[in-house]
């Protein structure tokens, strides 16, 4: 009993220092989460020979799962965006849904851009067209961006290959399931986007907002060499569609069959494969091949998936010292009896993302974590460990607060003032994941 009480202390003790690590402190995520691992490793009582190697083992092993997959989407989403494919995405769903729905339009919009490129860019990047649909249509600033950012932030916590839903399908062992990740992902946060709609729609009669204060002269959407609709579309849509197809094709029943199409698609649908080949086909994207696109961009991509490399790799590291010391299964003992079940990780994310405000970090310290509960919260089948991955995003998404970049340029770029902030764009991650948990469970009952 006494050990037991023990390994809890050094569960809170490590969460703590995660949480205290990277809001008070201020240090990267990468060395809060090996000095985590280190820190339960010793107090745990791991033998001092063993610590090291551990520590290593988890690092190595999550990197072989996806981080060849995370440098890839990164490129082609750095791709999409100095190309101004995004801008281009953004022109095909406004031509769709066409101007009389604006808000339902930037919500849509977020929704497909944020699936390659990072929340926080997207919006920055479409800020212009955000302000050019204010002035055409007249409607209220904040309604608009606060739709743009829920749009964006659906696919950004639930969504591969973003980096997160990645990383947390990767410790909960789905890492050649991806495509079954990927369709209740869109799935759960086409309903996010949806509710973040509605909430915009609310608020913007309620809130105005000093349009676009901090940010540089708009660039007319004249003056853009945009590039064609199939081009901008095929680096990511095909490579989710290869994913997608696998997942049927490796399905148990195996409704493909067993021959060529079978081979086929289990080859080019591998995640790998399949990023590779939308990496190739953003190379349709560049204006030129030289030194600027073939290094430059190229490089700016693999610059940006480092430090997300890095903190999913200590993630691993973490969980692995969790598994080897025990913890995981002392704390599933004690929380059996509550019958959280797929509530559980939804609340420790929440509890990481509200405190230390990186939806990423929240997604990888918390899959590494409930890893060893899946049995004890009747989560381990496979459909079990794509909903977990699902509920960790929703608590991922709650709540986006001063403590987080994206709350921020939001706000920077929409000219609202904190408190204006607060009311809108805090409240709006709140909904959106806690509506999102309440599909999460519907679907629990469906498919567990």
Request: hydrophobic share 55%; proline share 4%; with cysteine.
């Amino acid at each position: 009993m006494h050990e037991t009480y023990w390994l809890i202390i050094v569960l809170l003790t490590s969460i703590l220092f995660i949480i205290l690590g990277t809001t008070r402190f201020k240090m990267h995520p990468f060395i809060v989460l090996l000095l985590a691992s280190y820190l339960t490793g010793v107090m745990a009582g791991l033998p001092l020979d063993k610590i090291a190697s551990t520590i290593a083992t988890g690092f190595g092993n999550i990197m072989a799962y996806i981080g060849i997959v995370i440098i890839l989407g990164t490129i082609i989403g750095v791709i999409l965006e100095k190309s101004n494919a995004a801008i281009k995405l953004a022109e095909i769903v406004l031509k769709v849904v066409g101007k009389r729905f604006p808000g339902l339009a930037m919500s849509i919009i977020g929704y497909i851009v944020s699936i390659p490129v990072f929340c926080d860019s997207a919006f920055i990047i479409l800020s212009s067209l955000k302000k050019s649909l204010v002035a055409k249509t007249g409607k209220s600033s904040v309604a608009l961006s606060i739709a743009l950012a829920t749009g964006l932030y659906a696919t950004h916590t639930f969504v591969p290959p973003t980096p997160g839903p990645i990383a947390a399908a990767g410790n909960l062992g789905l890492e050649d399931q991806l495509g079954l990740v990927i369709l209740f992902g869109l799935v759960v946060a086409a309903f996010a986007m949806f509710t973040g709609y509605l909430w915009a729609s609310y608020v913007g009669k309620k809130y105005t907002a000093t349009e676009e204060v901090f940010t540089e002269p708009e660039i007319p959407s004249q003056d853009l060499i945009l590039p064609s609709a199939a081009k901008s579309l095929m680096p990511i849509l095909i490579p989710i569609v290869l994913i997608a197809l696998r997942s049927v094709a490796t399905y148990p029943i195996q409704p493909l069959g067993e021959g060529f199409l079978f081979t086929f698609l289990n080859f080019v649908g591998q995640p790998i494969n399949a990023l590779l080949i939308g990496f190739l086909l953003s190379f349709l994207l560049f204006p030129k091949f030289n030194k600027e696109t073939l290094t430059g961009w190229i490089g700016d991509g693999i610059t940006a998936a480092a430090p997300i490399l890095l903190i999913t790799g200590a993630g691993g590291a973490f969980g692995t010292i969790l598994k080897e010391t025990q913890i995981g299964d002392t704390l599933g003992n004690i929380l059996a009896g509550y019958e959280l079940g797929i509530f559980l990780p939804f609340i420790i994310a929440a509890a990481f993302k509200t405190a230390q405000g990186s939806s990423t970090v929240a997604l990888v310290a918390t899959s590494a974590l409930i890893a060893p509960l899946l049995s004890t919260i009747e989560l381990d089948s496979l459909n079990g460990k794509v909903l977990a991955v699902m509920a960790t995003g929703a608590g991922a998404m709650t709540i986006s607060h001063a403590n987080d970049s994206f709350f921020w340029v939001v706000t920077q770029f929409s000219g609202m003032d904190v408190k204006t902030g607060y009311k809108t764009q805090t409240m709006a991650t709140l909904i959106q994941g806690t509506s999102s948990m309440v599909l999460i469970y519907i679907l629990t009952l469906i498919f567990l």
